[in-house]
């Protein structure tokens, strides 16, 4: 330690209460962060091992799986990507990626590190891919896997599976689905829509803290898993040993993160205690009331209707806004975060989240309130009915 | 979600409290609990990055070093470890692995998967390895990195490190470090010491919960990352993205585990306002005291005196006592986790953890005590002496 080391600069923690309508992290609700300060308990502590047992009863149900392997891998949802990847692919295996936006090119570059043969199929940023483009890419080919982003987060774009989840079971590929910005906002049936790999985060719209990647494969992706002929090249994430600790075993891998599963174990408990169904619900109707807000303000949405993902909204930035000046000020003055534009969207639109703990009416009031009072300041032209056009879509849709 | 699924089953997070004596998690202060409480912030919120920057400045105090590159990585100590050789390494490079415990031999795993041509270097359990059966093994080698557990968690050993780092660096291999049992219990100096790389744990000697691994690379480490001429393989733990989020760039990667941040930057704060020489010292005065209670009891410390580790203690079991019961008994009775062995250990010692937050005169008391009184229950014959022997080494330091 340097001599002249001053531990008294370093300040007792007190961060600003934000309201967190970016991309994720969503607002985390105090029952979560509450549970996720109880007293560590040992990874191997009987106490803790029903726990684990219980976080994955939940997380099943939240999935819409019986998947015997499903369970947080301990890291954040890009972890689960990697897991997912890094169990799934050896050399040499092709792999069919739908890019439409930064998470499928995140997967791309994650196959490619491993040796696959990816098969991009490009879609237009900020729209769903077409089945036909999905045929026409798989002509010929025959990748083992096929890895779509369900929600990207990145386009505000849900992606429609049920035609290209059949074109891609006909290929005799396993499906590998991205619900990190759907689980738990949008409706994910893991075994209905036939998915054989899926992962997710946690800090989107389950409201938990960053920093576990709920992961599920089905017994034909555990058996590719199992079927390798080359060990998994990461230590970490082999789920052949990290599957021996979460299963009947409870054989030691690595230390689980322990408070952070109370947390998503809390986080699980808040969820299905809404009802998923009511959960999605109220997602939606949050969604149509931003939407009508924005569009009365003069404003506009960049993704068509049909394609629109309710827990990822982006806003075309107006004409006359500084993209920086917008969001600094929504920070500084309302303590309001939204998100920035990504890849070629950077500067041209906003990325407004409205997921778990953060989709209410009191969240969409101040964020359509906030922009037109940021947007005025600067000299932007909008119209003031913003927010009444919204309360219009919660009257008619009954409080909630 | 099943129709008969009752989330109504799933009570209040409310684990019992322990007294966390294993090879960690050890017990976390309530400061740290309560500050990773604290509500969740945005991965780039301008209050968030100074956090991190703070971070960042508490452990390089706590490492002793000035390396730029110095982080958290978002994952538990294992993560760490990987994180440390997926850069590092580079297909069919030589990496000398020095093995005589678990982690040891989870390095040449990990290292192996890499396509590493690892050089083992094995040394009998329960001891260090020694500077000849280091140069006979690098006899005509030219090991790239050499890599060595500074604290193994799985025999109790604190390893020598001067004459073997000379050593290796005499070959002009990278030393990598495993600090996982070591940092912030015993001495750690990455600079002085001459070491490359080193990654450790949150949850042994910091006392912070298990789910962040501390890693800091220095300008040779990151020059062989920078001339790697394949990509990292994985995604997830790639340095050269990883560290422009941490770096001054603060480029968005994957999404930081902000509340667990939070955590380490409490533990950081408690590690320094102690004093780094005199939480050394603490840990040794609570090592001693075990020792003296453990040997007046009529047991045996499993490790020579010289090579024994103050945070990690082996007492190898009794005639007559059973493992398990032994543990069970110290869990129902007195809340107290201690840990079983393991690998040609395991049910041959038990491993006694003095972590941080835990290593107090209570906790040696209360093992002595308990110890002494289940082993007694079992019938098995130890001497009543443990507690007043700890208690001597106490009189004569002056009570810490």
């Not at 009987?46 to 392997?69: C, G, I, K, W, Y």
């Not at 089945?131 to 010929?140: F, I, M, T």
């Not at 893991?190 to 389950?206: H, M, N, P, R, V």
């Not at 309302?334 to 209410?360: N, Y």
Request: glycine content about 10%; hydrophobic content about 45%.
């Amino acid at each position: 330690m340097p001599r002249d080391f001053d531990i008294g600069k370093y300040h007792d923690l007190d961060p600003v209460t934000r309201v967190l309508m970016g991309p994720g992290p969503s607002d985390v609700p105090p029952r979560v962060l509450r549970a996720m300060a109880a007293p560590t308990l040992g990874h191997l502590d009987p106490e803790f091992l029903t726990l684990m047992s219980e976080t994955q009863e939940l997380l099943r149900a939240v999935f819409q799986t019986d998947n015997a392997l499903t369970i947080p891998v301990s890291g954040t949802g890009s972890a689960g990507m990697e897991a997912c990847f890094v169990n799934l692919i050896e050399p040499g295996d092709q792999v069919a990626v739908v890019v439409k936006g930064v998470f499928g090119a995140r997967m791309v570059d994650c196959a490619s590190r491993l040796g696959a043969d990816v098969i991009p199929i490009e879609a237009e940023w900020g729209r769903a891919v077409q089945p036909e483009a999905v045929e026409k890419a798989l002509q010929g080919r025959q990748p083992k896997i096929f890895a779509v982003v369900h929600a990207e987060t990145s386009t505000g774009v849900l992606q429609p599976l049920s035609e290209i989840i059949s074109l891609a079971k006909a290929w005799g590929a396993l499906v590998l689905l991205d619900c990190v910005t759907s689980l738990g906002g949008v409706e994910v049936k893991l075994d209905a829509w036939g998915i054989d790999a899926a992962f997710s985060g946690t800090q989107k719209c389950l409201s938990c803290p960053p920093g576990l990647a709920p992961l599920s494969f089905n017994d034909q992706a555990v058996a590719k898993v199992r079927a390798r002929k080359s060990k998994v090249p990461s230590w970490y994430l082999d789920l052949t040993m990290v599957g021996d600790y979460w299963g009947a075993e409870r054989k030691y891998h690595h230390t689980a993160p322990v408070n952070m599963i109370y947390a998503l174990r809390e986080a699980l408990r808040i969820v299905l205690e809404e009802g998923l169904e009511t959960r999605f619900a109220r997602h939606w109707l949050h969604h149509r009331a931003l939407v009508a807000g924005i569009e009365a303000m003069g404003l506009r949405m960049k993704v068509p209707p049909e394609e629109r993902l309710a827990t990822l909204n982006l806003v075309v930035i107006p004409e006359g806004a500084d993209d920086l000046t917008t969001r600094r000020a929504l920070l500084a003055q309302f303590g309001l975060e939204i998100g920035a534009g990504l890849g070629p969207f950077a500067g041209k639109v906003w990325r407004v989240g409205l997921q778990g703990h953060s989709a209410t009416e009191r969240n969409v009031m101040l964020f359509l309130t906030a922009l037109t009072s940021v947007l005025r300041a600067q000299g932007v032209k909008v119209s003031g009915d913003g927010p009444a056009a919204a309360q219009d879509v919660y009257a008619h849709a009954g409080r909630s």
